[in-house]
């Protein structure tokens, strides 16, 4: 690691982190992102041939790496038919393409599925996470020990700073959202509990199986096959009976939660979910007759992942902190994604989402192939990050979302870039009215649920 | 290219920048921009006027206005409205394609060149065609046919007009010349719905045809707006049998999603499906170099198509023989995609930005895969021995190299449309096989945006669909 990058990532210790002002961690900034590309440049091979493509040697700002930001679908390039015919040695070839370290040889031959694959990757210190491919392909993320210890640090960090809830071991712990059981979230969790937990009590966790990245990309890998008409009646009828199964089962997980809830309601919480299962729970404990006046009051939560595209009443957060009697400056929201290590947290007083001086925020033109000018102010545009703190893949990423990003002080006082909270993905921005004739059989697969 | 739609529900405003679209009701031309709309590929704006709703329907107690009109009659006054369009005295096409060169991602020259031969769809012949590869009886769309069934019963057949909305595609400016000349060989009372990427065309025709003359009933019968696809106000209530019998819809995904809800007993979709269409070529095509060459220009041809907007134009090319002539033929087709024609320009627009990335790792995993152009819309010709699993656009081939054709068929599916076969010889053998795995047409390689007239669409003779088939018994 060069020197701008550490002095830079060791202020993820500092208190005063987002009060630096972006003027002064310009320089800074690009001296790291240049130490990361020298490091990187020959090591990881989408990044050499996009280094090539762009003539770049060096990185002198930030208009230098745009064209090395990896787009977010990068992590979905691999064919689908890796997964769907247990290509793992294909797939773990396509994984050495965007990791700096070289994908030890695995045994192959006998592996059982993907998650077989996966944790035989995880004893050889390469972790793999996925994203949910619920509405298309997943990205599979790779990551290495170096990611895991940062997320430790980070997201402790990151709440305690978005809350104000210090990291006191004295809160009992309810995560009520299923989690897939992936390594990010895993030591997400565990760091959560040794932060906050109170000893006195186990974590009470949704009880469900747990989501492993196979049953994540089953749907994926049966789509493949029904597009490709190699799928069986049988095949879809046995997979619709085990997603019902699985949609009862989480059904009445949520019902355990919220009776688990109010029979904890006297003691100091931290609950944890995503909306769309903090909703769910919130509204059982509202119908068995609980509401704020029953919970502690001083309860937190920690809210990971956006909507989802999950359908919720326009209050649904009032809702949920109304419920569990959070109090309003406990009230805690970070921006972040699976593709990025560090999270960005919202600020109690503005109400923004602040970037640490490891996160290096570029506002792009919609394409993503261009930085917009911003000599000062707010900008609106795509958002990409240069994450300085990840180790087992490249830090540049472009995402799908559509950001204000301002580098003037915030009202909360704190003088370094932030972001309005008013993040929109720009795939649900698109249109619907796109006619024509030519098209793929994608459009003749119907749902699967 | 993704666009931003800032407003995707219509947006009152005042805006004068604005490019004004017309509405066109049985006749009459609708003016007035009081709402706005961004056009769903390039993001333009454009402004309509309101929509009357009552306008569009025609109450059942009214008899559809061509209901009496001979074929032999309606296909003389198309004739007369077909000799009507020519690019450089039609004020009404002068203007659209202005319009339309904002909103369409195809090349004005590409525009021009349709619109240049557009009139061929309107001869007597063609038309004529139509009528009698569709009908077994062409006098039913006349009047009442008779008939005498085994038992000595009597009965009498029409095909009775029905009520439509189309929902017209994209891709294509000129397809609604087809759509409208459809509508009045069956004497429907039509709407049509115009897509975001061109809500100029339609409107044009109509004009011309109300030049022609006014009151003639074929003019009566056609309306012509623009709304966005999807909204409710409108489609919810439009769509039902009361008002109209059949959508005709274009296309895939939303757009259909958007229609299937209201679809119920009395209302009738025909669908267009999307489509994508390929190529093979049997080890005879890489014999020489003067085979190549031929056979290349050829690929290029089918591939080219608006660009490869179109659901005619390749975009898969199965390929049997020597790596050698192979390859050959690979970088030939690279530089013949590159070639500006009648319906391709030099340059389309580069490919999206997911594809573009699959490329990229398609090249850095040093795989099989050879590369010839780049992904910027001058041509591209990417060689595997398994289809790529993105959607080639933008003048993109991608060659898959199988030991035997035969092989090539397990990826011929519902979705596939034409097959362009060379040596032609070889279809015969394989057209059933490829029936069955769902596809539709089998051409000759570079003859897939040439048709023989009066054939099936998409697996059917739209004209018997669009018919409502009354009839008369004395059983």
């Known amino acids: 690691m060069g020197g701008a990058v550490e002095r830079l990532t060791k202020l993820v210790r500092s208190e005063d982190r987002f009060a630096i002002p972006y003027s002064e961690l310009r320089q800074a900034q690009a001296e790291a992102m240049n130490e990361r590309f020298e490091e990187r440049g020959d090591r990881i091979k989408l990044l050499a041939f996009r280094a090539k493509e762009a003539g770049t040697t060096e990185i002198r700002g930030r208009e230098d790496m745009v064209p090395l930001l990896f787009p977010h679908t990068a992590y979905k390039s691999y064919p689908e038919s890796f997964l769907s015919e247990q290509k793992w040695d294909r797939l773990g070839k396509w994984l050495g393409t965007v990791s700096p370290y070289p994908i030890c040889d695995i045994e192959t031959s006998e592996v059982k599925d993907i998650d077989d694959w996966i944790d035989r990757l995880s004893a050889k210190g390469h972790y793999v996470s996925c994203t949910s ?11 290495a020990d170096r990611d895991m210890e940062w997320s430790r ?44 937990g109170d000893p006195r009590f186990a974590p009470f966790r949704l009880p469900v199986p747990p989501i492993t990245v196979g049953q994540l990309t089953n749907m994926v890998v049966l789509r493949k096959a029904i597009v490709d008409g190699t ?31 109010v029979a904890a309601r006297a003691n100091k919480l ?19 007759g609980y509401g704020a006046k029953d919970f502690h009051p001083d309860n937190c939560i920690y809210v990971g992942g956006g909507l989802k595209r999950a359908q919720l009443p326009p209050d649904y957060q009032e809702f949920v ?44 033109n919609e394409d993503g192939d261009e930085l917009l000018p911003h000599d000062g102010g707010e900008i609106e545009g795509r958002a990409a990050f240069f994450d300085l703190a990840l180790d087992g893949r490249w830090g540049g990423v472009i995402t799908g979302d559509k950001i204000s990003l301002d580098v003037n002080p915030c009202l909360c006082g704190n003088a370094g870039p932030s972001i309005r909270d008013d993040i929109m993905r720009y795939a649900d921005l698109d249109g619907d009215d796109k006619i024509g004739c030519a098209g793929t059989v994608d459009a003749y697969v119907r749902g699967l649920s | 290219m993704t666009t931003l739609d800032l407003q995707p529900k219509a947006q009152h405003t005042d805006s004068d920048d604005a490019i004004r679209v017309d509405h066109f009701i049985r006749g009459r031309v609708i003016t007035g921009g009081a709402v706005h709309y961004y056009s769903r590929d390039l993001g333009v704006e454009f402004a309509t006027p309101e929509i009357l709703l009552d306008e569009l329907v025609t109450p059942r107690s009214e008899l559809p206005p061509l209901l009496d009109v001979p074929t032999e009659e309606i296909i003389d006054f198309l004739v007369a409205c077909g000799e009507r369009l020519v690019l450089e005295d039609n004020v009404y096409l002068q203007e659209a394609l202005e319009h339309i060169v904002a909103t369409n991602p195809l090349p004005r020259r590409v525009v021009e060149n349709l619109f240049r031969v557009a009139r061929n769809r309107l001869t007597k012949e063609a038309l004529w065609c139509s009528v009698e590869t569709s009908f077994a009886n062409p006098l039913a769309l006349d009047g009442w046919v008779e008939r005498v069934d085994f038992a000595g019963q009597h009965g009498a057949l029409r095909a009775f007009p029905s009520r439509m909305i189309h929902m017209m595609a994209g891709n294509s400016p000129t397809g609604c010349i087809s759509s409208i000349a459809d509508g009045a060989l069956v004497k429907a009372i039509n709407v049509f719905k115009m897509p975001s990427s061109d809500p100029f065309t339609c409107v044009a025709m109509l004009r011309t045809m109300a030049e022609v003359d006014p009151d003639h009933p074929v003019v009566r019968s056609m309306s012509a707006v623009y709304w966005r696809g999807g909204d409710e106000r409108i489609e919810r209530t439009l769509y039902r049998p009361q008002y109209f019998d059949k959508i005709v819809a274009w296309g895939g995904g939303d757009a259909i999603n958007n229609v299937i809800k209201y679809l119920g007993p009395g209302l009738q979709l025909v669908s267009f499906d999307p ?45 049997e023989g020597e790596r050698e002539g192979i390859e050959k033929f690979c970088a030939r087709l690279q530089e013949r995609l590159g070639v500006d024609r009648q319906t391709a320009s030099e340059v389309a627009h580069p490919l999206p930005v997911d594809t573009r990335e699959e490329i990229t790792m398609l090249q850095v995993m040093d795989d099989d895969c050879m590369v010839w152009g780049k992904p910027d819309g001058r041509g591209l010709v990417l060689l595997t021995s398994d289809p790529v699993e993105f959607h080639p656009s933008s003048k993109t081939a991608n060659v898959v190299h199988v030991a035997s054709l035969d092989d090539a068929v397990r990826f011929v599916n519902v979705a596939t449309q034409t097959i362009g076969m060379y040596p032609p010889e070889r279809k015969s053998a394989m057209r059933d096989r490829l029936a069955s795995a769902g596809a539709q047409r089998v051409v000759r390689l570079g003859g897939a945006a040439t048709h023989v007239a009066g054939g099936a669409h998409d697996a059917m003779f739209p004209l018997q669909h669009f018919v409502h088939w009354m009839s008369d018994e004395d059983a």
Request: net charge negative.
């Open chain 1, 133 to 143: 491919g619920t509405t298309g392909k997943s990205a599979m993320l790779i990551a």
């Open chain 1, 153 to 196: 640090v980070d997201t402790v960090g990151v709440f305690s700073w978005g809350s104000g809830v210090e990291p006191e071991r004295d809160r009992r712990m309810f995560g009520v959202a299923p989690i897939a059981d992936v390594p990010k979230n895993v030591t997400i969790r565990d760091a959560q509990l040794a932060a906050f």
């Open chain 1, 231 to 261: 799928a069986r009646p049988d095949e879809i009828a046995q997979f619709e009976a085990t997603s019902k199964e699985r949609a009862e089962t989480l059904e009445r997980a949520y019902v355990i939660s919220a009776e688990s809830l």
């Open chain 1, 270 to 288: 931290f609950i944890s979910g995503m909306w769309n299962a903090l909703h769910q729970v919130a509204t059982l404990v509202r119908e068995m």
């Open chain 1, 321 to 364: 902190h109304e419920t569990f009697n959070i109090p309003a400056n406990r009230k805690f929201q970070n921006y972040s994604m699976q593709e990025l290590n560090s999270g960005m947290p919202r600020c109690q007083k503005g109400g923004r989402y602040h970037v640490p001086p490891w996160m290096v925020p570029f506002v792009l």
């Open chain 2, 275 to 319: 489509k994508t269409s390929i190529s093979m070529i049997g080890p005879e095509g890489f014999e020489s170099g003067a085979v190549i060459e031929e056979v290349a220009e050829a690929a290029a041809t089918d591939v080219t198509v608006f660009n490869q907007e179109a659901c005619l134009a390749s975009r898969f090319i199965f390929v």
